[in-house]
């Protein structure tokens, strides 16, 4: 049942938030797991230069994908340059060919920031474009052409950009690895202050918690839970297929009201 997984989000840290947990999980039931931040970090500070914030958010997340058992790939562009455009995606389609994921995780579609949104654009269309041929990725490498399904997270608060409060359909325990995905997103430690500075956030830890808290509440089953949607499988697996819950299936549930709705 061991599957390879390629959690992709825009910003160091916010893999931490909303996929640790599932990440965790997913390695301890053998899947191999690797990590990568589209954007470097590089307008996280009012202290450092672009230079030092750089580095020390690369150190930092070289940390955390350390004690989430997962291979780290290195960002690709700056801050508020994750657009969609070709030069950033041809660059993430050679790292999707060479990683050849059974599952893909990636950020919400509707997101508070237009960064977020972006670089789940890049991640899903690198995922579609794995087995185009003609299509030359940066650096050069084949083609593949193995089934992915991609799986989108909760949007960090729960709401999207209208406030409207965001439901999943899968929900993952993850109680039992609270304290672990804790301490992972405490190895961004330079972003404690910029976030209460920037977004208000007083305690990151604490926030991460209480959004935990309330997937959990969403999925009436949980106490701390992660939330997924599952993508449209055209032009990426099987109809059916749902790797996330095959490996999960002991701590995670479906839910049939979102389903339902699917269909109406």
Not at 25 to 48: D, F, P, Q, V, W
Not at 140 to 154: E, F, G, L, R, W
Request: some cysteine; aromatic content about 6%.
């Amino acid at each position: 049942m061991s599957k390879t997984v390629f959690a992709v989000a825009c910003h160091p840290d916010d893999i931490e938030f909303v996929m640790a947990g599932t990440l965790l999980l997913l390695k301890e039931r053998g899947c191999e797991t690797h990590y990568m931040n589209i954007a470097n970090g590089s307008l996280g500070t009012s202290r450092h230069t672009r230079e030092e914030i750089v580095a020390i958010r690369r150190e930092e997340s070289q940390h955390a994908a350390r004690l989430l058992g997962a291979v780290y790939h290195e960002s690709l562009v700056d801050d508020l340059e994750v657009f969609y455009e070709k030069t950033t995606l041809l660059k993430l389609c050679s790292i999707m060919r060479q990683v050849k994921p059974d599952i893909l995780l990636v950020q919400s579609p509707q997101d508070y920031m237009e960064d977020h949104q972006n670089a789940v654009r890049l991640a899903v269309t690198a995922a579609f474009c794995r087995g185009m041929a003609n299509l030359q990725v940066d650096p050069p490498h084949p083609a593949s052409a193995q089934d992915i399904t991609v799986y989108h997270a909760q949007p960090h608060g729960n709401r999207d950009a209208m406030r409207r409060l965001v439901r999943a359909g899968i929900y993952v325990d993850i109680a039992p690895v609270l304290e672990r995905k804790k301490n992972v997103l405490a190895a961004h430690k330079s972003q404690q202050s910029w976030l209460d500075e920037s977004q208000k956030m007083n305690d990151c830890l604490k926030d991460m918690v209480m959004m935990s808290e309330e997937v959990g509440r969403l999925s009436g089953c949980y106490q701390f839970a992660e939330g997924w949607r599952r993508r449209n499988h055209l032009g990426f697996c099987d109809v059916g297929a749902d790797p996330l819950m095959d490996v999960l299936h002991d701590v995670a549930m479906i839910d049939k009201n979102y389903e339902e709705i699917l269909d109406r």
